[in-house]
T-cell receptor, first 115, second 113 residues
Framework: DAGVIQSPRHEVTEMGQEVTLRCKPISGHDYLFWYRQTMMRGLELLIYFNNNVPIDDSGMPEDRFSAKMPNASFSTLKIQPSEPRDSAVYFC?????????????FGQGTRLTVV | QQQVKQSPQSLIVQKGGISIINCAYENTAFDYFPWYQQFPGKGPALLIAIRPDVSEKKEGRFTISFNKSAKQFSLHIMDSQPGDSATYFCAASIQGGSEKLVFGKGTKLTVNP
């Protein structure tokens, strides 16, 4: 497996524009997590899914953020409208439930810059 | 509410020295404590993990020490090397439950040659 795949790797957008980040988890993994990383706040959990169902979205900062997982192999995180304070690295991670040692596999991240 | 507190924020060590990073947690339901290593431009990757039924786990130069009563755990890197320079995150979760990992804020380790 190629691991968790995120796209794009880099995104530069203007304030007010819609941004969509994409994630393909590892096949067979039934948990998917979206994290945001900044210098000030570290790794923040935004939302996570189990078997494509959103379980906890309490970390989503505002209504401008939304996430979907239409099937087991694809998830999106959308920001509309984007603001400069949304600039961060966004990571997607997946986990196979029930493993002896629950390892979260992270993608390479999407570096978002909102100008 | 920060459930996992990590210190120090940054650490500089000479090659061959010992690097020590500490974490403290609040939720006594946590039963899985991993450490993740992140290199610039990459996502975090699992380095080593421990469960609360043991007080220490060692893998090569990396050791986790766990103190259940104090709700603390630490990462020790022996014989630190320049290639160990990275950001290290401690984390905690409840196994068999949500699998949700709660991360500390990270420690940027620099190992000077």
């Amino acid at each position: 497996d190629a691991g968790v795949i995120q796209s794009p790797r880099h995104e530069v957008t203007e304030m007010g524009q819609e941004v969509t980040l994409r994630c393909k988890p590892i096949s067979g993994h039934d948990y998917l997590f979206w994290y945001r990383q900044t210098m000030m706040r570290g790794l923040e959990l935004l939302i996570y899914f189990n078997n494509n169902v959103p379980i906890d979205d309490s970390g989503m900062p505002e209504d401008r953020f939304s996430a979907k997982m239409p099937n087991a192999s694809f998830s999106t995180l959308k920001i509309q409208p984007s603001e400069p304070r949304d600039s961060a690295v966004y990571f997607c991670a997946s986990i196979e439930h029930g493993g002896a040692n629950t390892e979260a596999f992270f993608g390479q991240g999407t570096r978002l810059t909102v100008v | 509410q920060q459930q996992v507190k990590q210190s120090p924020q940054s650490l500089i060590v000479q090659k061959g020295g010992i690097s020590i990073i500490n974490c403290a947690y609040e939720n006594t339901a946590f039963d899985y404590f991993p450490w993740y290593q992140q290199f610039p431009g990459k996502g975090p990757a699992l380095l080593i993990a421990i469960r609360p039924d043991v007080s220490e786990k060692k893998e090569g130069r990396f050791t986790i020490s766990f103190n259940k009563s104090a709700k603390q755990f630490s990462l020790h890197i022996m014989d630190s090397q320049p290639g160990d320079s990275a950001t290290y995150f401690c984390a905690a979760s409840i196994q068999g439950g949500s699998e949700k990992l709660v991360f500390g804020k990270g420690t940027k380790l620099t190992v000077n040659p």
